[in-house]
């Protein structure tokens, strides 16, 4: 059964940075689509951030400059550098992974807290 298990996320100080990170264990698929979504207190769940296997990234509009989005292949495992946090980036982060090619497959992470506070 796969598994998405991400890290990196944490409380940091509007400004500073972190690095989440996801990696995906228990079969063999590659994945066409990574990506991160987060989801903030009484709002839908939105996309931040994805890269495609060949390696083209789409950000939302509001962390585009800021987070970086980027995945090693080999190691199934997709990171998102977030520079330049402010208190309304502060949400819970789910990783994705996803194929559109046969067979079809879409997973999700359990999530991780990110807080911009001072």
């Known amino acids: 059964q796969l598994q998405l298990v991400e890290s990196g996320g944490g409380l940091v100080q509007p400004g500073g940075s972190l690095r989440l990170s996801c990696a995906a264990s228990g079969n063999s698929f590659s994945f066409d689509n990574m990506g991160w979504y987060r989801q903030a207190p009484g709002k839908q769940r939105e996309l931040v951030a994805t890269i495609a296997s060949s390696g083209i990234s789409k950000y939302a509009d509001s962390v585009k400059d800021r987070f970086t989005i980027s995945r090693d292949n080999a190691k199934k495992t997709v990171y998102l550098q977030m520079n330049s946090l402010k208190p309304e980036d502060t949400a819970v982060y789910y990783c994705?992974?996803?194929?559109?090619?046969?067979?079809?497959?879409?997973?999700w992470g359990q999530g991780t807290q990110v807080t911009v506070s001072s």
């Open positions: 994705n992974a996803n194929r559109v090619t046969y067979p079809l497959r879409n997973y």
